[in-house]
């Protein structure tokens, strides 16, 4: 090559963008991914995780659902980590990973802490997938409160014509009364049935349910709560007419 030559070459590739000659960066692996998001979950001093969920899927994309389901299915985490990644998988991956998460959190509902339980079930509540709601009915006789208290709000995402009939089973449930005084379970129960039947529904549905709700008020020891029911059974009458 002529001498002269030589610093024009160079000149010409110095002014090249930096991506056409330097070799591509290569993908971040699986366990990268789930070694920094690890650390993140370990260095965590803020109850809200929003932010974290939002560094993640900048960061790293759906490549970050595997890892945190990994988490999320092993018992050996700690339990706040766990419920962050439980609600990671559902707002990161949504309902085009359902076939990928949905086995973990199924496995998330016989989880032994409350805890885990209970963000199964949000997580649930975020996916929609009605396939889930067998899983979700036996939750409403979970021995915690808040888990059942929450079980029914997912079903009120999976399946909020069949459900129902579930939720008039709650108010029956001597579970949900302590000392003869409703919970909240109950209260939740009887305002979603509400909103299932006093708006445009199905009339056969509203009539069903009505005639259950009516037979349910002989089970319920609660006098006060016995006047809720009465005033949806009112609603109900109403919105048949």
Not at 165 to 181: A, Q, T, W
Not at 205 to 215: D, G, I, N, Q, Y
């Given at each position: 090559m002529d001498k002269r030559a030589f610093p024009v070459c160079l000149f010409l590739l110095a002014s090249l963008p930096i991506q056409s000659w330097a070799s591509?960066?290569?993908p971040a692996s699986s366990e990268w991914i789930s070694k920094k998001i690890k650390a993140d979950l370990n260095h965590r001093t803020k109850s809200d995780f929003d932010p974290l969920l939002k560094t993640w899927e900048t960061l790293y994309g759906s490549a970050a659902v595997q890892s945190l389901v990994n988490i999320a299915g092993n018992p050996k985490e700690s339990d706040s980590s766990r419920y962050v990644s439980i609600m990671g998988i559902a707002k990161l991956g949504g309902p085009k990973t359902a076939s990928l998460v949905l086995p973990v959190l199924l496995q998330t509902l016989k989880d032994k802490s409350w805890m885990i339980r209970n963000a199964?079930?949000?997580?649930?509540?975020?996916?929609?997938?009605?396939?889930?709601?067998?899983?979700?009915?036996s939750l409403l006789k979970d021995p915690a409160l808040v888990v059942r208290l929450e079980a029914v709000s997912t079903l009120t995402h999976l399946d909020p014509k069949g459900a129902?009939?579930?939720?008039?089973?709650?108010?029956?449930?001597?579970?949900?009364?302590?000392?003869?005084?409703?919970?909240?379970?109950p209260a939740r129960a009887l305002r979603a049935i509400e909103a299932l039947t006093t708006g445009e529904q199905?009339?056969?549905?509203?009539?069903?349910?009505?005639?259950?709700?009516?037979?349910?008020?002989?089970?319920v020891p609660d006098a006060e709560f016995r006047a809720e029911i009465q005033k949806s059974l009112t609603l109900m009458k109403r919105a048949r007419l």
């Open positions: 591509p960066t290569p199964g079930l949000r997580a649930l509540s975020i996916l929609k997938d009605p396939s889930a709601k067998h899983a979700v009915v129902p009939s579930d939720f008039v089973r709650v108010i029956e449930d001597p579970l949900n009364y302590h000392h003869g005084k409703a919970m909240w379970v199905d009339r056969k549905l509203t009539v069903k349910l009505s005639e259950r709700l009516a037979e349910a008020l002989a089970k």
